[in-house]
């Protein structure tokens, strides 16, 4: 299998449960943020983003919380599935810059 | 959402060598970047491709070893130049039309020897 992700922390959680992957962002600046997920052998895959005037968006099965305050963003994943396992990042960015600034991953270990 | 396509997927090359990774996108884009992901690590920004110009290099990545073209807005090119094993990594485009939307190609894994 790929390398992406040996080395990154892993959240275990049991099929049907909910999962909550974390993110600490660091530019007080940034003004919109997106959430991939890299399956292995793949490209990182947009899931879902969020624009810095909001603190909630949902999609499909998952749910975006940010807050601004602390500079925190989260991923919420409804009845996690087998094939929600991955590595998940949180990327910011700012409109002046329009390249992204990547956080360092989650591992998501889905259980049957 | 815009489609993107790499070339090679994967390669294994001689230290010395150099490699062009290419990036086809199936509609015409605003933005095109390169991304590095060396194992277990998390995405870096190696510069945003400019169409019609040169690109843009963030800070550690210069374009005697990363020299990029944009000939149009579907299509770029990224060298690796006289490569070490340091530079085995998997080697990343991304477009897009907004700033809060790009998508990413598959990547192309390359190891050098």
């Known amino acids: 299998g790929e390398s992406v992700g040996l080395h990154l922390p892993t959240l275990s959680v049991q099929e049907g449960d909910n999962s909550i992957i974390n993110c600490a962002y660091s530019?007080?600046?940034?003004?919109?943020f997106i959430w991939y997920k890299q399956e292995s052998g793949k490209g990182p895959q947009f899931i879902i983003d969020i624009r810095s005037n909001m603190d909630k968006r949902q999609g499909q099965r998952v749910t975006v919380l940010l807050n601004k305050t602390v500079k925190h963003l989260s991923l919420q994943i409804a009845a996690t599935q087998p094939g929600d396992s991955a590595v998940y990042f949180c990327?910011?960015?700012?409109?002046?810059?329009?390249?992204?600034?990547f956080g360092s991953g989650t591992r998501l270990q889905v259980q049957p | 959402s815009a489609v993107i396509s790499q070339k090679p997927s994967r390669d294994i090359c001689q230290r010395g060598t150099s490699l062009t990774i290419q990036c086809q996108v199936d509609?015409?884009?605003?933005?095109m970047f390169w991304y590095r992901q060396q194992p277990g690590q998390s995405l870096t920004l190696i510069a945003t491709?400019?169409?019609?110009?040169?690109?843009?290099?963030e800070s550690g990545f210069v374009i005697d070893k990363f020299p990029i073209s944009r000939p149009n807005l579907t299509f770029s090119t990224l060298t690796v130049s006289n490569m070490s094993p340091e530079d085995s990594s998997i080697y990343l485009c991304?477009?897009?039309?907004?700033?809060?939307?790009?998508?990413f190609g598959p990547g192309t894994r390359l190891t050098v020897l």
């Open positions: 991304s477009a897009g039309q907004g700033a809060n939307e790009q998508f």
């Open positions: 530019n007080s600046a940034s003004d919109y």
């Open positions: 509609s015409q884009v605003t933005m």
């Open positions: 491709a400019n169409q019609g110009s040169e690109a843009t290099y």
């Open positions: 990327a910011e960015g700012y409109t002046g810059r329009r390249a992204l600034t």
